[in-house]
C-alpha cells in the first residue's frame, strides 16, 4: 500500500465545513475494517447508522452509503485523513465485493468512453442521417440569428437593451430548438451585457462580432479542415469530443486552481503548464449546488501533477480532461526554474504569442501567458503591470485579488501566470513571489 500524506487527503475536501468535520471522527474508535491497497482504500464509518465509505485512487471517485451528496462526505474524509496519520489502522488488504464490483463498473465505464472517443459507430447509416438532419437544423438557427444579429445594429444597443426579455428568450429557445445551444448559451450573455448599457458596450459589440464569425464561420465550413470543423461543432452546441489518443506528456505542473459560484452552479478552472513543451492546457469542471454535487480536490497550484490528458480539440489544444491520475502519487513541489524557463521576459514578446494564438483561434474566452521579471506599477492611478523594458499593461478590472499581489510582491520583480480576454489587459492568476508559488485565482465567489 502507498502512503497517502495528510495534505493530500486535506486537499480533496469539498469545503472546509465537510474537512472539519472529517476531521472530528478521523479516529479508529469511528470506523472499523479498514483496509487499503494500491488502488483503493475502504472502512465502515461507525454511529447511529453505520455507512461504508469507498475511495478509488485512480480517479480519484469517492462513494459512501450514507445519504449525503457532495462527496467526498465526512466519513469518507475521516478515513482519509486517520490512513494518513496512522497507516497501521489498515486492517486488510482483500477487497469486498461491494467495493470490487463499483471498481469494475468504474474500469467499464472508462473503456466505454475510450471507445466513443476513438470514434467506433455501431450504425453507420443511421449517424450519418441524424447528422444531416442536425446540420439542416443548425443551418436554420444561424440563419434567424443573423437577422437577430443585424436588427439589433440596425436599432443601436441602447434600443435593444429597452427590450423585454422575451424577445431575447425566444431567440435563445430558438437556437436550443435547432440543437445549437451553445449559440443559446452566447445569446443570454450578450442579452445581460447589453441591459447593462454603457459600461458594457465594448463587451456587447466583441460579443455580437464573435456570434458573426461563427455564423460566417457555419456557413463556410466546407473550406475548413476536418479539425476546425469539429471545434465550430462545439462551439455551436454538439458534445465535447476528445482526442482519440491522450496527450504523450505525463508530467504536468498545476499553475492556478480557480473556483467559483454563480447561479447555483460550482465552476472549477485549473490552469497547467507542460513544462518540457512549454505549454498551458486547461481543467473545467462544473457541479451543480441543487444536486449536492462537489468539485473534484487535489489540483495544488504550484505542485508537479502526474497523468495523461485527452484534449478536446487536435486544432487548438487547450482545454482539456485528466484522464489517469493516481491520489497518492507524491506531488511534489516544482522548482522555480520551471516557471521562469516556460515564461516570457517581456510583455511585448508574450502579447505577441497571445496574438498569435487569437487569430489562430478568435473564439477562446480567454489566453494564457507567463511572464518573468514584470512589477507593479501605477497607470492612470490603477495598478498595472511593467516589465524590464518599461512596457506598460493595465490590469483586468475583474482582478479581485490586487490587495494579495501587492502585498506578495511588493516593488520587487516577480514571474506571473496571466490570462487576458482582450488582448489589453492582463489578469494575474497566479506567481513565483522569491522562490514560493502562489495561487490569486479567485477561491469561491458568488451566492
Given at each position: 500500500m502507498s502512503k497517502l500524506t495528510r495534505d493530500q487527503a486535506e486537499s480533496f475536501a469539498p469545503d472546509s465545513g465537510t474537512l472539519s468535520r472529517g476531521r472530528k471522527i478521523a479516529k479508529p474508535s469511528a470506523y472499523k475494517d479498514i483496509g487499503a491497497d494500491d488502488r483503493a482504500i475502504w472502512g465502515t464509518a461507525l454511529g447511529s447508522s453505520d455507512y461504508f465509505s469507498l475511495v478509488d485512487l485512480s480517479g480519484p471517485a469517492f462513494r459512501c452509503s450514507c445519504p449525503v451528496k457532495k462527496l467526498p462526505c465526512k466519513h469518507i474524509m475521516g478515513l482519509m485523513l486517520l490512513i494518513a496519520d496512522d497507516p497501521s489502522v489498515v486492517t486488510s488488504e482483500q477487497r469486498p465485493e461491494?467495493?470490487?464490483?463499483?471498481?469494475?463498473?468504474?474500469?467499464s465505464a472508462a473503456k466505454a468512453k475510450q471507445s466513443r472517443a476513438s470514434g467506433e459507430v455501431k450504425d453507420p447509416e443511421a449517424q450519418a442521417k441524424r447528422a444531416a438532419k442536425r446540420e439542416a437544423n443548425v443551418d436554420q438557427g444561424i440563419n434567424e440569428l443573423r437577422f437577430f444579429l443585424e436588427d439589433i445594429l440596425a436599432v443601436g444597443l441602447a434600443e435593444s437593451?429597452?427590450?423585454?426579455?422575451?424577445?431575447?428568450?425566444?431567440?435563445?429557445?430558438?437556437?436550443i430548438d435547432a440543437q445549437a445551444g451553445g449559440l443559446a448559451n452566447r445569446i443570454e450573455k450578450l442579452r445581460q451585457e447589453v441591459a447593462q448599457g454603457a459600461d458594457t458596450t465594448e463587451q456587447a459589440l466583441a460579443e455580437i462580432a464573435q456570434l458573426n464569425l461563427l455564423c460566417a464561420a457555419w456557413q463556410n465550413r466546407?473550406?475548413?479542415t476536418d479539425?476546425?470543423?469539429?471545434?465550430?461543432?462545439?462551439?455551436?452546441?454538439?458534445?465535447?469530443?476528445?482526442?482519440?489518443?491522450p496527450d504523450a506528456c505525463l508530467d504536468w505542473v498545476v499553475l492556478s486552481n480557480e473556483r467559483r459560484l454563480e447561479a447555483g452552479l460550482h465552476s472549477q478552472r485549473v490552469w497547467l503548464l507542460d513544462p518540457a513543451q512549454q505549454r498551458f492546457a486547461c481543467l473545467l469542471h462544473f457541479?451543480?449546488?441543487?444536486?449536492?454535487?462537489?468539485?473534484?480536490?487535489?489540483?495544488?497550484?504550484?505542485?508537479?501533477?502526474?497523468?495523461?490528458?485527452?484534449?478536446d480539440s487536435a486544432w487548438s489544444p487547450l482545454r482539456a480532461e485528466l484522464e489517469a491520475t493516481n491520489l497518492l502519487t507524491e506531488?511534489?513541489?516544482?522548482?522555480?526554474d520551471m516557471f521562469t524557463q516556460a515564461a516570457s521576459d517581456n510583455l511585448l514578446t508574450a502579447m505577441q504569442s497571445v496574438q498569435t494564438q487569437r487569430a489562430h483561434n478568435p473564439f477562446a474566452e480567454q489566453w494564457p501567458l507567463m511572464v518573468s521579471g514584470v512589477r507593479l506599477v501605477a497607470l492612470a492611478g490603477e495598478l498595472a503591470l511593467a516589465d524590464h523594458h518599461d512596457n506598460i499593461m493595465a490590469l483586468d478590472a475583474a482582478f479581485e485579488a490586487q490587495l494579495e499581489l501587492m502585498?506578495?510582491?511588493?516593488?520587487?520583480?516577480?514571474?506571473?501566470?496571466?490570462?487576458?480576454r482582450d488582448g489589453r489587459s492582463l489578469l494575474p492568476l497566479s506567481g513565483l513571489f522569491g522562490s514560493s508559488w502562489h495561487n490569486l485565482a479567485t477561491a469561491e465567489t458568488g451566492d
Open positions: 461491494p467495493l470490487s464490483e463499483w471498481l469494475s463498473k468504474r474500469d437593451g429597452k427590450r423585454t426579455h422575451d424577445v431575447w428568450d425566444n431567440m435563445r429557445r430558438r437556437l466546407q473550406s475548413l479539425a476546425e470543423q469539429a471545434h465550430l461543432r462545439q462551439l455551436i452546441g454538439w458534445p465535447r469530443s476528445q482526442q482519440p489518443q457541479a451543480s449546488v441543487a444536486a449536492g454535487a462537489s468539485l473534484p480536490g487535489g489540483y495544488r497550484p504550484g505542485r508537479r501533477l502526474s497523468g495523461q490528458l485527452r484534449f506531488p511534489t513541489l516544482a522548482s522555480p502585498r506578495l510582491a511588493g516593488p520587487e520583480p516577480c514571474t506571473l501566470f496571466m490570462s487576458t
